[in-house]
């Protein structure tokens, strides 16, 4: 599997304002774990993480150089943003194994303007924006992207309808990713008005 590298720097848990100052250094507080290894903690450049959390590189498969040391294959599980400043707060990297599946989070993409809406007067509403799939790493995909172009009024889109390419879903089957309701009926003419 292509890994793309991230360096990164082992660091020593201290003081509750230690976090902060590498902050403001530029560098953001991690952790690297997974099946086998010990927890570590590190911290990563912050303009490093930007490029590989670049719209569409969620899950770029990359080899941690922790301390310049190769060989530590991850994936960002989870991170943390400043509500305010959408600054990454904190980061965790999980250990991935090449034939090993990992569950991860995947954006679900609507396109198209569905008949049910164009033609039948309903409205499209979608419920859920992610899925959660278990995937090899190299096979874990940016998006789930579903045309709704010929979906028609009165239908109910479930997880368990998407063709997952081989990937398995973890989500709930019964999962809702989309509606289009049917057009409201028009109200009943008043006795004696003409037809």
Request: positive net charge; proline residues 6%; aromatic residues 6%.
């Amino acid at each position: 599997m292509e890994l793309t590298k991230l360096k990164a720097t082992s660091r020593v848990l201290g003081a509750g304002r230690e976090p902060a100052r590498m902050r403001k250094a530029g560098s953001v507080p991690a952790v690297y774990y997974g099946k086998g290894i010990e927890p570590v903690s590190i911290s990563v450049n912050a303009a490093d993480l930007h490029k590989v959390l670049a719209p569409g590189k969620r899950y770029t498969l990359l080899d941690l150089e922790i301390d310049g040391k190769v060989g530590n294959p991850a994936l960002i599980y989870v991170y943390q943003k400043d509500s305010i400043s959408q600054e990454i707060k904190h980061i965790d990297f999980m250990k991935i194994e090449e034939n090993s599946p990992v569950t991860v989070r995947i954006p679900v993409n609507l396109s198209g303007i569905p008949v049910g809406v164009k033609t039948e007067g309903g409205m499209l509403s979608q419920e859920n924006r992610y899925l959660k799939l278990s995937c090899m790493p190299s096979k874990i995909p940016a998006s789930i992207e579903i045309d709704v172009s010929d979906a028609k009024a009165g239908t109910t889109f479930y997880a368990k309808d998407l063709d997952l390419s081989g990937n398995k879903l973890v989500s709930q089957e019964r999962t809702v990713i989309y509606t289009i309701s049917k057009a409201k009926a028009n109200k009943e003419q008043p006795a004696g008005a003409s037809k």
